[in-house]
């Protein structure tokens, strides 16, 4: 028998419990992965809430949960060419991801696993390195930029500030005074969020702003607006809509930026804290941790 992740009905973590089910088998074009670590996300906990939310990814209970994965492919479908048996893969699943095994399409968010790449690091890759590449792209951050990232220190943000400041350009980022030192390790300039943001905001960086991704609400895109960044160089993951401003992320990503974001931290260009990893069974301590919303890069699961 194998253990998923799955919920039965919409409600707070503890509508989350373990099944024991028979291991899953692919179909042509598809490959099964033994599963070494999952990364968890927001979406993964908005999609049990809320069944709003859960509509727009199409999930429907009883389902499984999570999306990230890393681990080795231990069985191929018919017709699959590009991997085998004992590959090392990194990769997406929405709602099926959390357990010992996940099946993919071969052509779906999958890529290879770099070897100095350790587990609970890659697990915690897909959407967070996804959405932040894809949102620095975007907005085509360079040299003589001045970039404002909001929750700079969560999973996304952490990325995208790294990203930015690589591609040459002055990084501001918003975070809580316990993330300050770390920012500023990164090349960041820390500001803290909260009354008074723009303020703090304009002395860090009194020769303004050229663009901003706001990985946590309204008041980043306000603030941005403000600052006087224009409206199509501003991505917004956590307040589209709100006055135009729009953003892609994670659906928007390429099979290159996923490539390119994991060869970075494999080649520890970008760092990736893991700030706990919990065993499967904990699984609803680790969302309620993840809710709590401070988390420092990524909360990892392993099916241990
Ligand atoms: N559309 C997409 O493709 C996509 C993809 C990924 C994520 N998202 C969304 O983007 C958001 C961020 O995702 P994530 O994975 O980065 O989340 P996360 O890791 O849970 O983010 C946590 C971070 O939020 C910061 N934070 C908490 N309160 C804040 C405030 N008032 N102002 C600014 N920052 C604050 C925390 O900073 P401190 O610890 O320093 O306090 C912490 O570092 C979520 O809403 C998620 O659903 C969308």
Wanted: proline share 7%; with cysteine.
């Amino acid at each position: 028998m194998a253990r998923f992740a799955r919920f039965d009905r919409f409600g707070g973590t503890e509508v989350l419990y373990i099944a024991e089910l028979d291991p899953p088998h692919p179909g042509p074009g598809q490959l099964r992965v033994r599963v070494r670590a999952n990364g968890l996300n927001p979406a993964d906990y908005k999609i049990f809430h809320d069944a709003e939310h859960a509509k727009n990814y199409g999930a429907v209970p009883p389902t499984g949960v999570g999306f990230d994965f890393a681990g080795e492919v231990d069985e191929v479908g018919e017709g699959v060419t590009r991997y085998t048996v004992g590959d090392a893969v990194i990769g997406g699943k929405r709602n099926e991801a959390i357990g010992d095994f996940v099946i993919v399409d071969e052509d779906g968010v999958l890529t290879p696993k770099p070897q100095r790449l350790d587990w609970p690091t890659a697990g915690a890759l897909p959407v967070a390195g996804r959405t932040a590449i894809a949102a620095v792209d975007r907005v085509g951050v360079g040299p003589g930029d001045t970039l404002l990232v909001s929750a700079a220190a969560g999973g996304v943000g952490v990325i995208a500030c790294q990203l930015a400041v690589l591609r040459g350009a002055t990084v501001v980022g918003t975070a809580s005074e316990r993330n300050h030192d770390f920012l500023r390790s990164l090349g960041v300039i820390p500001v803290a969020y909260g009354d008074g943001l723009v303020e703090r905001l304009r002395d860090a960086a009194p020769g303004g702003y050229t663009a901003a991704l706001d990985n946590h609400g309204p008041e980043s895109v306000d603030a941005a607006l403000e600052l006087g960044v224009p409206l199509e160089r501003i991505n917004t993951i956590a307040a589209r809509g709100h006055r135009g401003a729009q953003g892609i992320g994670n659906p928007q990503a390429t099979d290159e930026q996923f490539a390119e974001v994991v060869r970075l931290v494999a080649e520890g260009r970008v760092v990736v804290p893991i700030e706990a990893v919990y065993p499967l069974e904990r699984i609803r301590e680790a969302y309620d941790r993840l809710e709590g919303g401070h988390v420092r890069g990524k909360l990892v699961v392993v099916p241990e």
